[in-house]
């Protein structure tokens, strides 16, 4: 179809398609249908933002024919500077002047700045740094760019500037050493939002009600719609990413505070209305102050990440930087003389193994998935393994956690060296924070100290300590990138309670365990519990999915406490993975597993020898012991296809349950650990539990014999839940408060009799039988009692004929 078109176009309509923008624009770059006041285009680089305001210029000036007059004769071009308005928006790939045919092309008149085309429309150029400009001339139309400033050392000298590898227009500001800053990009922003605030700055129109600039429509460059943290770190995704450290975008970014306006706030908060952060710089990205405290807890962590003081001088509290600028130099012939010295200065340093060589700081990952790490910074002379530690609730990018172990480390080994001085009355203005320099390169005591504490008497006793203005000076490191871990959906997680028997003999007889898997894992797992549907509290996270599975084949019953070999059982594996084990695991409990209908209570326990992989995630299990734990009293005739599979290897958890809860009905809200119990992933079970670990199991070797008289008399042989693996002892433990059965005689299901007995046999008289109706044949269903649980499960024989 294409093609055709084409081929029917002569050579110079085929010329003029270039400049035919609704042929082949893209949606974004076609100006909006009906009447409006402003259109804005967003879009990373080389989205066709500047192809689209250029084409939308000659649609306004231009007419149908080259000499014919447009809807607009008079147009603003505004920019950032002169140099942005002509590089990008006329001169530049995608500018007036590119997208423009021979005949239309306008003039650049760089003597006053404009545009001139053939039919006389002119466009004249307007920057931020000239407002007033704007104020004489009347529009038609505009085409204003974005304000914007690049997140980069001097990044304000010139804001249009950046760093792109791919791009020819790549440049730094003027004079910018190209470290990263975000402080200059926040100032920036700031500056333009309160400058156009003042209404001297920024009267009302007399042509419309409003501002000169409205700022309400005012839109920075750069923003992005590409999520944040995801991009800029997924770099092979988003090949730009690396340009975000020091690039213009705001993604990440509106959020943080500058550090002056932290500390202010703090001070008010604390009710300290003296102070002052004047030459107080910084750019906050995060900061927690957990507990309840005061001002000066809440200060010190920000002081020690951003080097600075707070001094008192003439009652205002003064937050000075700790850059070791500007210092008082002090003649020692002006020092004054005291007792309290030996000499006019004392100096002393810190014993070397008193000063730890190494530091290591821990904080949240700015600019990721706000993980704690650390960063560690270790003098290059130093052999000892001491370590330093600190922790800061702050969230910082790991250079700049790299800066502060650095500077502390060299901050700390710089101040071993001290000095004690006094200082004549004369310089009472002089205290704490001030810094002080003895003159004399290579003489005793000679640099610069910062004033740490002074005792005012007659002479101001000062102690100070050695300072290196270098120290305060940051590397600019680069950043490591940033590993994402890839997201998953909130999907509803697959989850299975199972109230067991003992296992191993030391988990808690009455609280389930909990199975829960999905694919994809959402990393963790969360269980809410309640004793209503509202109200819930984290009961248990699940760090690991369960090796959770459905059986494709049937299970016949099979004796329990001998080897299994029946046909196969085929299980497909929603997570996990199976494996054969040697004779001697499988008999001291390796490849434990429950299979069950679903239902919390109902699993029996098995184990398997042989576990063959014959398809993905599938596999045929071989060698299986049945009835383990105790579990062959729920084991049915078959387990059908389409039972559940668990595998117990440990994953499985117990959740914590009050004993006082067992057997009351309980809600659960299970789900993925990164969302709200309420958020529609999660899933709500009710459910109770019997406490099965405190389930007596059914007695064994239950036998019945007829006596000549027409008694029958039955014998077994009791087990215990506890205890009961030992070969030494002559009897099994009990396991129970006493020993008692519960004995029910049963035709067809309907109860004929039932008592209790304390020791394991009971004769069941030819008299009782006559007077109960109980034709043989009949069955006998015997269980051991326990004071706690009640009657655990039966095992049956049938009185023959």
Not at 186 to 206: C, G, K, T, V
Request: glycine share 10%.
């Amino acid at each position: 179809m294409q093609a055709e078109f084409l081929d029917d176009l002569s050579a110079g309509e085929l010329m003029a398609l270039p400049y035919l923008l609704e042929f082949w624009a893209l949606p974004h770059q076609l100006p909006p249908e009906g009447a409006w006041r402003t259109w804005v285009v967003l879009g990373g680089r080389g989205a066709g933002k500047t192809r689209a305001g250029a084409e939308w210029v000659r649609s306004m000036v231009e007419g149908a024919r080259p000499l014919d007059k447009g809807r607009c004769r008079r147009v603003a071009l505004v920019g950032e500077t002169i140099e942005q308005v002509r590089e990008v928006m006329i001169f530049g790939d995608s500018g007036i002047l590119a997208c423009s045919p021979d005949d239309r092309k306008p003039d650049w008149e760089a003597s006053r700045k404009r545009l001139i085309w053939p039919n006389g429309a002119v466009a004249t150029v307007h920057t931020a740094h000239d407002p007033e400009g704007l104020r004489g001339p009347q529009f038609d139309a505009a085409w204003v760019d974005e304000y914007g400033c690049g997140a980069v050392d001097k990044g304000a000298n010139q804001p249009n500037k950046f760093l792109d590898r791919k791009s020819s227009e790549s440049l730094l500001p003027r004079f910018s050493n190209g470290a990263r800053d975000e402080l200059i990009q926040m100032q920036y922003l700031r500056a333009m939002s309160e400058h156009w605030a003042e209404p001297a700055n920024n009267p009302m129109s007399s042509e419309y009600e409003g501002r000169m600039l409205d700022m309400s429509r005012a839109f920075v460059w750069a923003w992005d719609s590409r999520p944040y943290p995801f991009f800029p770190n997924d770099v092979e995704r988003w090949s730009d990413g690396e340009n975000y450290a020091r690039g213009h975008w705001i993604n990440g970014r509106t959020s943080s505070r500058s550090l002056a306006s932290v500390v202010r706030e703090i001070c008010e908060r604390a009710g300290l209305a003296d102070y002052s952060t004047d030459g107080l710089y910084g750019y906050l990205r995060g900061y927690a102050v957990e507990q309840v405290g005061d001002a000066r807890a809440a200060l010190q962590p920000l002081m020690i990440r951003y080097g600075f003081d707070a001094v008192e001088r003439g009652g205002v509290l003064r937050f000075r930087p700790r850059d070791g600028l500007a210092p008082e130099a002090i003649e020692v012939g002006l020092l004054a003389v005291t007792d309290e010295l030996d000499g006019v200065t004392e100096q002393s340093r810190e014993a070397e193994a008193e000063v730890s060589g190494r530091v290591r700081l821990r904080f949240v990952q700015a600019d990721a998935d706000f993980d704690v790490i650390a960063e560690e910074a270790v003098l290059a002379d130093e052999a000892t393994h001491a370590v330093t530690g600190s922790e800061m609730n702050m969230s910082l990018t790991r250079s700049e956690g790299r800066q502060i172990a650095e500077r502390w480390l060299t901050e700390a080994r710089v101040a071993r060296e001290t000095l004690r001085l006094a200082l004549p009355p004369s310089r009472m203005d002089l205290g704490a924070g001030n810094v002080i320099e003895l003159p004399g390169q290579g003489k005793e005591g000679a640099g610069r100290y910062r004033i740490d504490r002074v005792e005012q008497s007659l002479t101001q006793l000062v102690d100070a300590v050695r300072i290196e203005p270098q120290v305060y000076d940051s590397a600019d490191l680069s950043e490591d990138p940033v590993p994402i871990k890839p997201f998953v959906a909130p999907v509803p997680v697959i989850s299975h309670f199972l109230d067991l028997p003992l296992l191993r003999g030391d988990e808690v007889p009455h609280a389930p365990h909990i199975a829960i898997t999905a694919d994809p894992w959402p990393g963790a797992a969360a269980v809410f519990q309640s004793g209503v549907d509202a109200d819930y509290k984290l009961n248990s996270l699940i760090n690991a999915r369960a090796t959770v599975g459905v059986t494709r084949t049937a299970l016949p019953a099979a004796c329990a406490g001998v080897t299994d070999h029946g046909p196969v059982l085929e299980v497909k594996l929603i997570s996990g993975q199976l494996e054969t084990v040697q004779p001697q695991a499988l008999l001291s409990g390796a490849n434990t597993a429950a299979i069950g209908d679903g239902t919390s209570g109902n699993w029996e326990i098995f184990q398997f020898a042989e576990a063959e992989l014959i398809g993905q995630d599938t596999y045929w299990l071989r060698g299986r012991l049945r009835g383990q734990a105790g579990s062959g009293g729920l084991m049915p005739e078959v387990w059908p296809e389409g039972s559940i599979f668990v595998l117990l290897d440990g994953t499985p958890k117990q959740l914590e349950l009050s004993p006082n809860l067992r057997r009351v009905a309980q809600h659960f809200r299970i789900g993925p650990a990164g969302r709200g119990y309420d958020d529609p992933s999660y899933q709500h079970v009710e459910d109770a539990f019997d406490g099965n670990g405190l389930r007596p199991f059914s007695p064994c070797h239950l036998r019945a014999d007829l006596q000549m008289s027409g008694d029958a008399r039955l014998d077994w042989i009791r087990r215990t839940r506890i205890g009961g693996d030992g070969w030494a002892a002559t009897e099994v433990p009990l396991g129970e408060d006493s020993e008692s059965y519960l004995v029910q005689v049963r035709k067809n299901g309907a109860p004929l009799r039932q008592e209790i007995v304390t020791q394991p046999s009971w004769t069941y008289s030819a008299a009782a039988q006559t007077a109960d109706g109980a034709v043989r044949p009949f069955e006998v269903q015997v269980a051991q009692l326990s004071a706690v649980y009640g009657a655990g499960l039966a095992a049956t024989v049938v009185v023959p004929g």
